[in-house]
């Protein structure tokens, strides 16, 4: 059987990789950005890849924060503490500082949002994570590269995860607690500017909305953290069974890059940690693919990645991804945006090749989503679309090695 017409049976290991999920999701539990639980996670893969004779594995730390909701609590802290001094003492000294405070709270909120540095990020304590990452030679000599990446770390479970009503209610509330910023410093700055001083009233309406996120950010650090088998104990099995096939029969002129990911959950710092230390010497012209939430619904890869700001994603990536699709017409594959954000963006805002696949559950199928819930466990995974995503991804690999690395200026647009 050549590398073109691999089966599942040559690709897929499907014991190993629920024996991956069932490790990571049951055996380690919850893996908190920054926690032993994570670096658990880390060390069981470098394991496993040295099992695999890869020879280069590395776990390398970095220092983040390790709380998404710090900086966004910090945020609200901000914006609602100026607009509570105003409600209660008024004066142009006040509007002035209410402003000022509004603004810092409008920034925080869109740096975090976009991975940005910002005053928060500043003054927050940070702790130690890892990534965990090898490579993989090619039979010939090195042509191009692609990076397979995974997250390691869990995320919370706060109630507006709990369903898709309440996640649909809690996103439009967020939505409106970054514009009650903007409007904040708008009324106030015009309270000051034009000295109507009965603008601040204003902050009657502001402060509901901001106390609102306020709180919400604060319940979600109460809560225990999501055994994630699919988000993304799934995905660093897809990764690891990838690796295997890899080992045992090379591509012909490409380089594998595995990156296992800390701290997805808090802004995708491990992505961040890695691409500061590895993509100069990787070129721009590595591809990188991120498996995230693989093990639930239909394939889907993205077209764009983003909390609030949805970035394209990079022309390059979604040439290999339609190319691949067209070869699998047998298989259901989706594109279309992404919810949130995955560790894609952070090579996408530096004008890198990322491509994030996932899954999505089916309708028909009566399946729901568990993401960032404790019922994200093993018992909902179904192994089959695992194996789907595999057979997508080794497509992939196939098309690109066969096509040799395209012209930088392909790769640049």
């Known amino acids: 059987m050549n590398n073109d017409s691999t089966t599942r049976q040559d690709l897929v290991d499907s014991r190993k990789i629920m024996e991956h999920i069932r490790f990571l999701s049951r055996k380690i539990g919850g893996r908190g950005s920054c926690s032993l639980q994570e670096r658990k996670a880390g060390d069981y893969i470098a394991d496993q890849l040295r099992a695999l004779g890869i020879g280069n594995v590395r776990s390398e730390n970095f ?69 965990v990452s090898g490579w993989i030679t090619p039979k010939g000599s090195v042509r191009q590269r692609v990076v397979l990446c995974a997250h390691l770390d869990t995320h919370r479970t706060p109630v507006f995860y ?38 601040r009233w204003v902050s009657l309406g502001l402060v509901p ?6 709180g919400m950010c604060l319940h979600a650090d109460f809560t225990p953290y999501s055994p994630g088998a699919n988000d993304d104990a799934s995905g660093v099995a897809a990764v690891l069974a990838l690796a295997k096939r890899l080992t045992k029969n090379p ?39 991120i498996l995230d939430e693989v093990g639930l619904g239909v394939p889907k890869y993205l077209t764009a990645d ?11 990536a979604l040439e290999v991804a339609r190319q691949a699709a067209q070869v699998l017409p047998g298989m259901k594959i989706k594109e279309g945006a992404g919810q949130a954000y995955t560790d894609a963006l952070q090579a996408t805002k530096r004008g890198l090749i990322a491509l994030t696949l996932c899954t999505i559950p ?26 789907n995503c595999l057979t997508f991804v080794w497509t992939l690999l196939q098309q690109m090695d066969r096509q040799g690395a395209a012209p930088p200026s392909q790769f640049n647009e």
Not at 185 to 196: P, R
């Open 63 to 131: 220092h983040t924060v390790p709380s998404t909701y710090w900086a966004f609590a910090l945020s609200f802290a901000s914006a609602v503490t100026g607009s509570l001094l105003v409600l209660f003492l008024g004066g142009q000294d006040v509007l002035i500082l209410a402003a000022i405070m509004s603004g810092l709270g409008f920034w925080g909120m869109l740096a975090e949002t976009e991975f940005a540095t910002s005053w928060v990020r500043w003054v927050l304590p940070r702790q130690p994570s890892l990534n």
């Open 362 to 387: 089916d309708p028909l199928s009566g399946d729901e989503s568990h993401w960032h819930r404790m019922s994200d466990t093993l018992e909902n995974i179904h192994v089959e679309d695992i194996e």
């Open 251 to 289: 591509l012909m002129g490409t380089e594998v890059h595995l990156a296992f990911t800390g701290c997805e959950e808090v802004g995708a710092r491990g992505m961040s940690a890695f691409l500061e230390r590895h993509s100069k010497d990787l070129g721009r012209e590595a591809v990188y693919i």
């Open 209 to 214: 909305i901001q106390l609102f996120g306020l």
């Open 306 to 316: 983003g909390l609030l700001i949805k970035h394209r994603t990079h022309p390059r």
């Open 162 to 199: 709990s369903s898709s009503r309440w996640h649909t209610l809690f996103s439009f509330l967020v939505g409106l607690t970054f514009l009650s910023m903007l409007a904040g410093v708008f009324f106030y700055t015009t309270a000051v500017l034009l000295g109507w001083g009965n603008l």
